[in-house]
């Protein structure tokens, strides 16, 4: 069990970027439906009063999470892409699933709280060391 749990410390920092790659992969996901069916899209953010419905607005709720989402998968710039994602997520959170509850059953509430505090997590704390931004500092040539 020891050895198991001193794995585990040693490799911390693969599980955090699992969930970084992970996290990415659900926002090109999400983008790529949204993008499907953007008129969807609209009238849901039109339905729920949030401010500022618009097809601009729903274009760059598709481009930060197509965008933003290759960007955390891949570990490139990834502050920037997280902090990209902060006001899509912040509006859905607010205007979109807050009516629903938290544990309403078929609520999204849930799901979009915790996308939200990973995308703060990694505005924060940056990629792990296996990304792009990690092996670009590691090797600047100076």
Sequence with gaps: MERWHDWLETHRDWWIDMVRVYLGGVLVYKGLAFLADTDSLI????????????????????????????????????????????????????????????????????????ILLLLLHFSLYGSGRISADFYIETHKSV
């Design 43 to 114: 009238r849901l953010m039109e339905l729920n009063n949030a401010p500022y419905a618009s097809t601009l607005l729903a274009h760059y709720i598709v481009i930060a999470h197509i965008c933003g989402g290759v960007l955390l998968m891949v570990g490139l710039l990834t502050r920037f892409s997280a902090i990209l994602q902060l006001p899509v997520l912040v509006g859905a959170v607010l205007f979109i699933h807050a009516r629903e509850g938290f544990v309403s059953p078929g609520s999204n509430l849930p799901y979009a709280s915790m």
